[in-house]
């Protein structure tokens, strides 16, 4: 018997890595780090936080970042970047117990240099955080922030990913299901057909576009602006959503999410930036903030969705200069998972 827990059920910590001067954020490092001593303040608050640094110095200046916060632990690691909800393990119940899924990585369909990226979870459980854990090596490329998971029998996905041709070339969709059933146990895909936003190299990630917040809720994101590009495929993934049903046959209880004024780079590309990118903890809900009017309309509705948890505004227009948000910086660990008491 396996399940895939959803990223509401309880958790034993949070996984991210910290940009460095080396690495892509090198020319916006300062307030990159301000957003992410934010995230590491308030992640480490209500649990266990994971930071993956890449040498004795670097940890040291994260240290020295963080004011001696408690309630962390550090991995030394390379990374080729700091998404690690697509490269970090994937967990999964197996008879009731936890088990780490190490996905193969190929940099988003070879866009990118990734054999740091590839080995990380390798390096993980070097890690004495990670001695106890149970893991499986999974011969399948396959990045954390494709799937959705209701944590009873259901995925989310997008055609665009996981069908894509630089994934996994010469698998179909059948053939996919059967993988997906396979490790993740799921008698259901739901998949959705829409591009990507702007500015997203992931082939259509759906933490960008479409996440549940219960078994019987999806938080979506939704363009109201007729002159926006987006408009029209994201009114056309809003009616495939409204045409989705739960196990027992009814609709989806759907929560639109606005999108923020667009952001651009300094080569005047648009960035990906959205509200679908929140990230759930025990007792809270981060959800991105842009300095935009919307931020507020975006909170007040996933307050809505999670009225047992604190509505937390996370800082992260300096990140989507990199084509992520929150989501994608982070990978949560269920319960038991590292065997935290």
């Known amino acids: 018997m396996i399940r895939f827990p ?19 954020f090198q020319n916006r490092l300062v307030a990159v780090e301000q957003s992410y001593r934010f995230i590491a303040e308030t992640i480490s608050r209500f649990q266990r936080l994971i930071i993956v640094y890449r040498d004795d110095n670097h940890q040291q200046h994260i240290q020295s970042q963080l004011n001696s916060l408690e309630n962390i632990v550090y991995v030394q690691a390379r990374v080729n970047d700091i998404w690690v909800r697509d490269t970090a393990f994937l967990t ?9 899924l190490n996905f193969r990585f190929n940099g988003w369909g070879d866009k990118y240099p990734h054999q740091y990226d590839n080995a990380l979870n390798q390096r993980l459980l070097t890690a004495p955080l990670f001695e106890q854990a149970q893991y499986k090596m999974v011969d399948l490329i396959l990045e954390g922030g494709s799937v ?7 995925l989310l996905t997008t055609r665009q990913c996981l069908l894509n041709p630089n994934r996994n070339t010469g698998l179909s969709q059948q053939d996919i299901e059967q993988r997906l059933n396979k490790y993740f146990g799921v008698e259901r895909v739901l998949w959705l057909d829409q591009e990507n ?60 999410l606005p999108m923020p004024a667009p952001i651009y780079d300094e080569e005047d ?73």
């Open 197 to 256: 936003l702007s500015g997203d190299d992931t082939d259509a990630h759906i933490d960008t576009l479409a996440r549940f917040c219960a078994a019987d809720t999806i938080a979506y994101t939704s363009c109201v602006n007729p002159n926006d590009k987006h408009f029209g495929s994201l009114k056309n993934m809003a009616a495939q959503l409204h045409e989705l049903r739960t196990q027992n046959g009814k609709h989806y209880q759907l929560i639109p």
């Open 269 to 341: 590309q648009r960035l990906p930036a959205n509200y679908a990118n929140f990230l759930i903890i025990n007792g809270a809900v981060m959800v991105p903030a842009y300095d935009d009017p919307m931020d507020a309309i975006a909170q007040q509705r996933l307050a809505g969705c999670f009225p047992d948890r604190e509505i937390i505004a996370t800082p992260c227009r300096p990140l989507v200069h990199q084509y992520g948000s929150l989501h994608c910086m982070t990978m949560q660990f269920p319960a038991a998972a590292l065997g935290i008491v």
């Open 92 to 100: 999964v119940e197996h008879d009731g117990k936890p088990l780490l």
């Open 6 to 24: 959803a990223e509401w059920e309880k958790q034993d910590a949070v996984l991210i890595a910290w940009p460095h001067e080396t690495g892509d």
């Open 148 to 154: 959705e998971s209701d944590g009873i029998d259901t």
